[in-house]
């Protein structure tokens, strides 16, 4: 099942930004955020694939979602503009942010060339 990231949650799973100037992935495994909210039609499209996708890497990669209407401070930390917007966080390295309703192919794409990880 895809997680929910609150601030707090965040904080302590991807990055904690109050205590690090500089990116430092909390995470033990890359993960994909995707920024969301419950009105917007494309998120809604993409939301069975993240399920899908979960289902199909396991514990290869985490998959977060944020409510971009409930967590306002984690949507401008990242300018999120539009959404969807999809951040791609590597073991190792920048994160990567992506635009607008992906298909699967280009999730497993992405996670393969971004993320570094395979089926």
Known sequence: MVE?????SFKEKV???????????EGNKPCLID???DWC????MVAPILEDLKKEYGDKL???KINT??????SSIFGVQSIPSLLFVPQ???PQMAQGALSKESFKQA????LGVSE
Do not use: M
């Open 4 to 8: 929910h990231l609150t601030l707090a």
């Open 15 to 25: 990055f904690d930004f109050e205590n690090n100037k500089d990116w430092k992935f």
């Open 35 to 37: 920024f969301y909210a």
């Open 41 to 44: 039609g494309p998120c809604k």
């Open 62 to 64: 985490e998959i977060y």
């Open 69 to 74: 209407e409930e967590e306002r401070e984690l």
């Open 92 to 94: 190792e390295g920048q």
């Open 111 to 114: 996670f393969q060339d971004v």
